[in-house]
């Protein structure tokens, strides 16, 4: 087994339980791409078992903090089995599901959703590369599924040194599913959709929005960055009376439309609008437009910290504009999926776009990803999805 030592006084955040070793903690030692290997302090004492990464600044990814586990199938097995127990315990309303997530779930850089019959799968690290195939085996034999998708089409493979790969990992067929949620149906395709398919973080979210929507009333509502229109099936679900949807995807857009006939609503309760968000809250303030319920579900304006300062302009911005937008009694629900901007400056952003715009309103619920994309109390990275719910004064 290959020894990784640490510089004199890195081992901290391994006593943490903190699964990343970054390059510069690193003292010797050197191993192949995704070779299992020990890590220790520089006193020479255990700290982990991990997957050595010679391309990325994450220079190792911990398996294991127990010295006496192996890291072979078995570890897998039991860590696969171990997430999947915890998903079995959760109130989720959906036969889409997040079963494996990360580093929160002692699998880091492994991304499994389930989507009906179908596994939809990211392996973004050295270390799940190298046991994919295993991997692959002990997921269909967990789910008793046949087929599984690989979107390893993410940017962090580069970063890992690894190229994107698609396609069928295990089985064949067709890409397009339907899943229900909430009683509704939703379709996506996992060769073609974001991430794995679709945005499953944000499922328990489209469901407050549903009943947020039912409990106060609201007709009028702006879905921005619609993407395939959950957030417009929540709200006709909820009894809005005309949802706009928006994206600049035509394809997306032509999914939301579909989804609304799916399950059943009338198409003249909603409108599909291929445009920029920022100029269509523009325009819809000139026009003197206002609605009850506005959506602000935008794309990673901030993959890291260093772009933290830039993203905050833009989500201000629309933000400034949304509030603006609302009317009185309305109901904004923003979300930040960047992980440079953490909840307090995401909050802060909020608040200085309500001051611009000369509005006020009360935090109604903060809210997060739902619960089978975890966040551990050791990886305070794992937090990415931040949500504000506020009712417009």
Request: overall charge neutral.
């Amino acid at each position: 087994m290959k020894v990784i030592t640490l510089r004199d006084g890195k081992e901290r955040s391994l006593l943490r339980l903190h699964p990343w070793v970054f390059q510069g903690s690193v003292g010797t030692g050197k191993a192949d791409a995704g070779e299992t290997v020990r890590v220790e302090s520089s006193d020479g004492r255990f700290l982990a078992w991990g997957a050595y990464s010679p391309s990325s600044m994450i220079r190792v990814r911990a398996w294991s903090f127990d010295e006496a586990e192996r890291i072979d199938a078995a570890f897998f097995e039991r860590r696969i089995a171990r997430a999947f127990a915890l998903r079995a315990r959760l109130p989720i309303e959906s036969d889409g599901v997040r079963l494996i997530h990360g580093e929160a779930d002692g699998l880091p850089g492994l991304i499994v959703d389930r989507y009906g019959d179908v596994l939809s799968a990211q392996f973004l690290s050295a270390g799940t590369e190298r046991w994919k195939g295993t991997i692959a085996d002990l997921l269909l034999q967990a789910t008793g599924l046949a087929r599984i998708y690989e979107r390893s089409d993410s940017g962090v493979r580069k970063l890992e040194g690894l190229e994107p790969t698609t396609g069928w990992l295990r089985g064949s067929g067709a890409t397009e599913v339907t899943i229900r949620e909430h009683g509704w149906k939703l379709t996506l395709d996992v060769a073609e959709g974001h991430k794995t398919g679709f945005y499953l973080d944000q499922r328990d979210n489209r469901k407050l929005f549903a009943d947020t929507v039912r409990h106060f009333g609201l007709q009028r509502v702006l879905n921005c960055y619609c993407y395939t229109g959950g957030f417009s099936i929540a709200a006709l679900a909820g009894g809005a009376a005309h949802v706009t949807s928006v994206d600049s995807s035509a394809p997306a857009l032509a999914r939301s439309s579909a989804h609304v006939s799916l399950n059943g609503f009338d198409p003249a309760r909603h409108e599909a609008l291929d445009a920029d968000v920022n100029q269509t809250l523009r325009d819809a303030m000139k026009a003197g437009k206002s609605y009850d319920a506005i959506v602000l579900d935008p794309p990673k304006f901030a993959p890291t910290a260093a772009h933290a300062e830039r993203a905050a302009r833009a989500y201000k911005d629309i933000n400034r504009l949304a509030l603006k937008l609302l009317a009185p009694g309305g109901m904004l629900f923003t979300f930040s999926c960047s992980g440079g901007v953490g909840p307090e400056l995401f909050h802060k952003i909020v608040a200085g776009a309500g001051m611009d715009a000369g509005v006020d309103g009360i935090i109604y619920a903060r809210v997060a990803a739902a619960p089978d994309h975890p966040q551990t109390i050791v990886f305070p990275e794992g937090e990415y999805l931040k949500g504000l719910v506020i009712l417009k004064s």
